[in-house]
């Protein structure tokens, strides 16, 4: 059952929910049918349409011009959050596929953004440990490997900004972290939530947004 005032998300609510929120533009529609179309086994790793448009209202809401992504993907949610970049914003995203992120390199070509993102292809860790130590970043989102979301944590908040946003997706671990005998990734998600929880440099939210997610704060 339903608590503390939510409404149980039948798919008649989800598509009325989606029917109210910016459709995706055509560049978009496009990326999410072809990713379905040729990667069927793993297309359930794209955002949600509504995370992309959430993370595109979430630029616009806080005027990032300096984005941090862990997670590429075939691209759904960098071409999200690069469309609410104003001219000079600049998308960092990390990934080790070059055969996923080709998709998203030709999307994010044709939506013309790709002169604001830059791509790279090596394990997001070691990218994260060479950037600047200052803080810098005004955005970051967190959606690659479940097992070292603490690592990127730890990598990305004190390079953030004062007021600086950090969001991270599938802190719900499709409901794998309520399980007292979690073991695996809904363990080390269980982990990575009890980090934010008690990290003091920082305010946290967690949303029953698609598999979960939790926005922060930089104090
Ligand atoms: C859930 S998907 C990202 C979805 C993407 N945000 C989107 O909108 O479609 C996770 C991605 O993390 C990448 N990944 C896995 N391990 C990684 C690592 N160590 N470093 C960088 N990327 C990694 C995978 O290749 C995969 O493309």
């Known amino acids: 059952m339903a608590k503390g005032n939510s409404t149980r998300l039948t798919d008649e609510l989800y598509a009325?929910?989606?029917g109210h929120n910016?459709?995706?533009?055509?560049?978009?529609r496009m990326l999410v049918e072809v990713t379905h179309v040729q990667l069927p086994l793993v297309a359930g790793?794209?955002?949600?349409?509504e995370q992309g448009a959430l993370l595109?209202?979430?630029v616009r809401l806080t005027g990032a011009r300096r984005i941090v992504e862990v997670g590429t993907f075939t691209g759904l949610s960098a071409l999200s959050m690069a469309q609410a970049l104003p001219p000079d914003g600049t998308l960092l995203t990390c990934?080790?596929?070059e055969e996923w992120t080709?998709?998203?390199r030709e999307a994010w070509a044709k939506a013309g953004v790709a002169d604001r993102i830059e791509l790279r292809i090596a394990p997001a860790l070691q990218t994260l440990r060479g950037l600047p130590d200052e803080p810098h970043i005004d955005m970051a989102f967190i959606d690659a490997d479940k097992d070292n979301y603490i690592a990127y944590w730890d990598e990305l908040v004190p390079r953030m900004r004062p007021g600086g946003l950090l969001a991270v997706d599938n802190v719900f671990l499709h409901g794998g972290v309520?399980?007292?005998?979690?073991?695996g990734l809904a363990a080390a998600i269980k982990e990575f939530n009890e980090h934010v929880k008690a990290?003091?440099?920082?305010?946290s939210v967690m949303l029953a947004v698609a598999d979960g997610m939790t926005l922060a704060r930089r104090r």
């Open 16 to 18: 009325y929910m989606l």
């Open 22 to 28: 910016p459709p995706l533009d055509p560049v978009q």
């Open 45 to 49: 790793k794209q955002v949600a349409e």
């Open 56 to 58: 595109a209202f979430l």
């Open 95 to 97: 990934d080790i596929s």
């Open 102 to 104: 080709e998709y998203a």
């Open 178 to 183: 309520t399980d007292p005998e979690a073991t």
């Open 199 to 203: 990290d003091d440099r920082v305010d």
